[in-house]
């Protein structure tokens, strides 16, 4: 009985090696989850930042010195700031670019194995 049990967890044991690919094996461009949705849009975010600045600062400075009062006072600011950075997050192509970009970083870190240091903006 106990040979019979080897030989069936050898069997799965193969099985399985042979229907999972290594990281190794799969495509350049396949995505995990968390690339998919955390670290891509974290760049999404640091470039939409860079391209509605004037709205940004314009908000934060409406929102210097006031405290609870800047929910009303900069209304139009935040509107404006939010419009801004919705319009560019939504586009498609923003996606594209920001993900051709980090599967390059990735595949610089997997070729050199020295991480890209993340720009400060």
């Known amino acids: 009985a106990k040979s019979r049990t080897r030989c069936?967890?050898?069997?799965?044991?193969?099985?399985?090696?042979s229907l999972l690919p290594s990281p190794g094996e799969l495509p350049?461009?396949?995505l995990r989850k968390v690339e998919r949705d955390v670290l891509i849009p974290k760049k999404?975010?640091?470039?939409?930042?860079?391209?509605?600045?004037?709205?940004?600062?314009?908000?934060t400075d409406c929102c210097q010195g006031r405290t609870l009062s800047m929910v009303w006072k900069c209304r139009?600011?935040?509107?404006?700031?939010?419009?801004?950075?919705?319009?560019?997050?939504?586009?498609p192509e923003l996606f594209e670019k920001c993900k051709q970009e980090y599967l390059q970083?990735?595949?610089?870190?997997?070729?050199?194995g020295v991480r890209t240091k993340m720009k400060r903006v």
Do not use: G, P, W
């Not at 999404?44 to 908000?59: G, I, L, N």
């Not at 404006?80 to 586009?91: T, Y």
């Open 8 to 17: 069936v967890i050898r069997y799965f044991e193969d099985m399985s090696k």
């Open 28 to 30: 350049n461009d396949h």
């Open 44 to 59: 999404m975010r640091k470039y939409c930042m860079q391209v509605c600045a004037e709205y940004v600062e314009a908000f």
């Open 76 to 91: 139009r600011e935040s509107r404006e700031m939010h419009n801004c950075l919705k319009k560019k997050f939504d586009e």
């Open 105 to 112: 970083e990735r595949d610089e870190f997997r070729q050199t």
